[in-house]
T-cell receptor, first 109, second 113 residues
């Protein structure tokens, strides 16, 4: 079974502070991991996926198979980063991404 | 490309009525997913369809809920005899294939009185 856990419902930081949104997963095989983001009044959209190994809007995420984690990080948060962030997992051979419950990030000026 | 279009955006129904939610995928997308978001919860998978076929409906309640994606026209999520517990936001997403990047609609918010 696939499971995604985002332990923090809300993360509140000040502008310029580092940010880490936690994501842990449960899956026995080789997963594909994603981060989706929903800004205020916008639709949910893909932020990044682990296989791309790229930095988007200053965010990076590394898949740690030993700790079964895929935390999203940014060294210096900006106010425009305030949004709802969802971690998602797709197991090999499965068509269905499983989403975590989401973490609301608020970046204060 | 207008993106994934869902309608209605807001729907109010009384208990026992039927709710029909429509989803037009992005142009060129033949894969459609429906998710439900209950208050204080994340996105819960309901059903995955390709044109004219239900591929996986493991997240759908066994009764009252059905989904279709006809050859022509939008995908429809149908909820019969709605109850208060059906009140939620229903999101549709589409993709070109099963590689995992989903493009989401803005959601349809169902309120059952």
């Amino acid at each position: 079974a696939q499971r995604v856990t985002q332990p923090e419902k809300l993360l509140s930081v000040f502008k310029g502070a580092p940010v880490e949104l936690k994501c842990n997963y449960s899956y026995s095989g080789s997963p594909e991991l994603f981060w989706y983001v929903q800004y205020s009044r916008q639709r949910l959209q893909l932020l990044l996926r682990h296989i791309s190994r790229e930095s988007i809007k200053g965010f990076t995420a590394d898949l740690n198979k030993g700790e079964t984690s895929f935390h999203l990080k940014k060294p210096f948060a900006q106010e425009e980063d305030s949004a709802m962030y969802y971690c998602a997992l797709k197991g090999g051979g499965s068509y269905i991404p499983t989403f975590g419950r989401g973490t609301s990030l608020i970046v204060h000026p | 490309n207008a993106g994934v279009m869902q309608n209605p955006r807001h729907l109010v129904r009384r208990r026992g009525q039927e709710a029909r939610l429509r989803c037009s995928p992005m142009k060129g997308h033949s894969h459609v997913y429906w998710y439900r978001q209950l208050p204080e919860e994340g996105l819960k998978f309901m059903v995955y369809l390709q044109k004219e076929n239900i591929i996986d409906e493991s997240g759908m309640p066994k009764e009252r809920f059905s989904a279709e994606f006809p050859k022509e026209g939008p995908s429809i999520l149908r909820i019969q005899q709605v109850v208060r517990g059906d009140s939620a936001a229903y999101f549709c997403a589409s993709s070109t294939d099963s590689t995992g990047e989903l493009f989401f609609g803005e959601g349809s918010r169902l309120t059952v009185l």
